[in-house]
Structure formats: C-alpha cells, structure tokens
C-alpha cells in the first residue's frame, strides 16, 4: 500500500503485507532528529533531516509547520486517505454535471472525470468484488434512513419560530454534497475491509436488533424528541449549560450539557439517543469513520497471541466501537472505560447483543470471546496498574477536553499501556487536514464544544512526544483523523 509523508528510517523490516519496510520498534527515526532541532519553546529551527546518498542524514531546509496537519506530515507515516481527503473537494455529481454543461455540454462526457466519485471506476468502488452488493445494500439502506431522519428533524425544527432558520444553509446540493462524503467514506471502509485489515460490520447480520421495527421507531422517537430541543439550545445560544446532577464525584469540565444535548452525559435517555443523534449528523457514516481506528491496531497486533491481551476503550460512551473491537479481536479482553453509569450501561447491553451474535452467546457462532468488563473512572486517572494493557483506543474524547487534561491523559495512557504497546486516538479533523473546510472549522463550537477552537489547532504528535511515545501512522476518515503512537520497549527506553 503506497503512503505519502514516509520519512527516512534509521532501521528497517520488511513487512509479511509486502509492503515498504517499516521501521522495527525503538529504532530511530526522524522525529527522533527532529526532537533534538526544536528550541526550549518547542518550536522547529526549520531543519527536517532526510536520506542522503550515502545512506547518512542531511538537512532539508522546510518551512516551520504552522498547523496540525504540517506538523503530522512531519511526525507520522501517512496513508493513502490522507492524500485523498485533503485534495478532495466537497461536492456531489450535480455539481459535475453543471460543470459539464457550463463548458460545452455531456457530448463529450466521461465518467472517470467525476470529480466527486473520483476515482470514477467501478474497480476503486469495489463495486465487482465478491460481497460488494451485500456491503453497499446494507449501507445504501442504513444512511438512506439516517438521510430520511435528519430531514425528519429539520422539519420539525423549522415548525417552531425559535429554530426556523436554523438550517437554511441545508439546501439541496449541500446535503446531496454531504450524501456524496458519506459515500466516499464507505468506498474508503469497504477498501479497508478487502484489504483485511477488519471484518466487515458484524451488524449486517439481519438478526441484529437495528432491524427490529420496535427497536428502530424507539430511536426514531427519541431522536425527533431531543433534535428540537438540541437546536433551540444552540439558536438561543443558552448560557446555563450546566446539568442536573451536582456531585464531586465528577470533574468541573464534564459536568456539561456537551453539543446542548438534554443531561449531557449524565441520564439513560441522553444514553439512548446519542448514537441515533451522532449517525443521523453525520448521514450514517460514523461508523464507518470510527472503524477506521481499526487499521493500526490490526497491524499492530498482526500475527500475535492475543489469548491473553487487554485492549482498552477509553471513553468508551455506548460502546458501540467496543463491539467493533471485540468482533475483530474476539480472543483479547475489552475493557470499555467512562465516567458515565447510563452510557456504560448502554455499552453493557451493547456487548451483551455482540456476544448473542458472534460471541459465546451465539449457536455455531465459532469466535472465542476473551470476555469484556466495563470500569466507571476518569481517564485521566484509570484505576489499573501500570503496564497492564496491550492497546488502547480512544474515539471523540480530545476535542471536549482542556489542553491540562488532554496532556494529563496521554501520560496516564502511557502509564497503563506495556512497553510496545499502541494507543490508538481517533477525533475531529484538524486545520490543515482538509483545507477546503478550514474557514469554517470552528463552527462546532456553537454547539457548546468550548474546547474545539484549542482542539483542532493542537499538535498531538507534539503532545504524545512529550509523554514518551513515538508517532506511528495517521489515516484520515472524512471528517474524523485517526492517529496511532507506540510506546518503546523497555530495551530501548
């Protein structure tokens, strides 16, 4: 698999994919130079050592990086998505063909100049390969009804004065645009899954509750019961963001009403909504965008005995990612961390429902489940001993953060994780990241997300540095980033 951003390596393997060598874990590599060129500040002098002839080092004069993305090309392996989705424009077929007709008309049209399905063929759509109706079926489906419930919602805010224009921007090509991301995002998770680098969704299963009638009009109702009054919240710009519970079991920062959603993290109802909220945002592709974590942990774990290894799920929410982990890793033991009972409850009864399809619960289900618990803490302060987990995961937890919590956790990550371990953290893009979409990135913080406008002008890679990790790989996933980080062996530290 091709990778653009590859930096010199000071000692290499060849990979059993057959892939470029990659470096062997604690040897050298760049951003282990490029560490010693940064001034107390911890800024660039500029300098980014390369390969020479000669196989030494030699300088390359670069401009200082100056957002997140600059300085990600410089700490980590980037993978083909990265390319794509900071050249990708936002767009959809009815933009291509209006294109077409301002110069000169479809006489001369070709589908491979599409510039919104680019790559325009039907081998980069995998659309001949063997499971393809079934995986496009199953997602054409599942995003039509979370396309059919935005639009659900947005009508019903516009019938409430308060909320009426709260989607005006929401025309036709922008959402046929937004429909046409999402399937470039499937392209990129079904690519990933020929690739076997993951299975494909296990909840493709048509015994999976998300096909029940009942279960789908509860969410449904849930769903048009909160949006409006999610809306209204950011319309008003409501100022009391605080949430019914006041304990000191919890920290100052979490005791919010994030996104202005009802209760923020803190009751069953907020629990049951959120994934139907966060996958109708995002026309259904949030799965799609928070699988994409599994690429580097699939590498990372590639070939081992897992029969004995820990993966953790660090603000794990619903767990629905968990499950995912847990299909892909079914002999390790998950443990889905978060400081929310109802949230990890609905992470309960969703391991539960994996393990009745695929897991110990399931007849003839053939996977060995390595058991999964569920820990109420905060994850900067994780109640385990130290090197006791092989990788953690972690999905949309940085952007609500503080810059001292951020930095609080990423030492607690490394703290728990064993030597050769790999954090695994997947959030919001980042400036730089796609450039088209740069002006408007702090549009989120509307949304009550005080912490975003920091969040996206932070180098991680810079962060986790600090902590004692080394950068490993960065994947991009629409609208989401993943980022991996390896802690040295204990040889090399």
Not at 59 to 85: I, Y
Not at 299 to 305: E, M, N, P
């Amino acid at each position: 698999e091709a990778r653009v951003g590859r930096r010199p390596l000071g000692a290499v393997r060849q990979d059993p994919r057959g892939e470029p060598p990659l470096r062997e874990e604690g040897a050298a590599r760049p951003d282990d130079a490029i560490a010693a060129d940064r001034d107390e500040t911890g800024s660039f002098d500029g300098n980014l050592p390369k390969v020479g002839q000669d196989g030494g080092l030699e300088s390359k004069t670069l401009p200082d990086p100056q957002t997140p993305a600059e300085h990600d090309s410089l700490n980590f392996e980037e993978g083909d998505s990265v390319r794509f989705w900071k050249t990708w424009q936002r767009r959809s077929p009815v933009d291509d063909f209006s294109e077409l007709v301002r110069q000169g008309g479809l006489s001369s049209f070709d589908p491979a100049k599409l510039a919104s399905l680019s790559p325009a063929t039907v081998e980069a759509w995998g659309l001949g390969e063997e499971g393809s109706v079934r995986y496009w079926s199953y997602h054409l489906l599942r995003s039509g009804f979370f396309v059919a419930q935005a639009a659900a919602g947005i009508a019903l805010t516009r019938t409430r004065d308060e909320t009426a224009d709260s989607f005006g921007y929401l025309t036709s090509s922008v959402g046929a645009a937004l429909y046409t991301e999402a399937l470039q995002m499937f392209r990129q998770d079904w690519a990933f899954i020929k690739k076997g680098l993951y299975n494909e969704p296990y909840d493709m299963d048509l015994r999976h509750r998300q096909f029940d009638p009942l279960f789908i009009l509860e969410r449904a109702r849930r769903f048009l019961r909160e949006a409006p009054r999610t809306l209204q919240r950011r319309t008003v710009g409501e100022t009391d963001t605080s949430v019914w519970l006041k304990s000191s079991l919890y920290p100052d920062y979490y005791l919010n009403t994030w996104h202005y959603q009802t209760d923020g993290w803190l009751s069953s109802e907020s629990a049951g909504v959120y994934e139907t909220s966060t996958e109708t945002l995002f026309l259904g592709q949030q799965d799609a965008m928070q699988r994409t974590t599994l690429v580097p942990l699939a590498r990372h774990l590639k070939g081992k005995d897992l029969s004995s290894a820990k993966i953790m799920e660090l603000a794990c929410g619903t767990g629905r990612f968990a499950t995912f982990v847990k299909d892909n890793f079914p002999a390790a033991h998950v443990t889905g961390l978060d400081l929310s009972p109802f949230y990890l409850q609905e992470a309960r009864e969703n391991m539960a429902h994996w393990n009745l399809l695929r897991g110990d619960g399931a007849s003839g289900g053939g996977k060995t489940a390595g058991g999964a618990d569920f820990l109420q803490a905060p994850a900067e302060d994780i109640p385990v001993p130290d090197a006791s987990y092989d990788a953690i995961t972690c999905v949309y937890l940085f952007h609500e953060l503080t810059p001292e919590v951020r930095k609080k956790i990423v030492a607690e990550m490394y703290r728990v994780l064993k030597p050769g371990g790999m954090v695994v953290l997947t959030d919001s893009i980042q400036v730089g990241d796609r450039p088209e979409l740069d002006e408007k990135i702090d549009a989120f913080t509307q949304f009550n997300e005080p912490n975003y406008s920091d969040y996206v002008r932070t180098d991680l890679g810079g962060l986790f540095k600090e902590a004692g990790f080394t950068c490993d790989a960065k994947e991009l996933a629409s609208r989401s980033k993943v980022l991996s980080f390896i802690k040295a062996d204990e040889f090399f530290q």
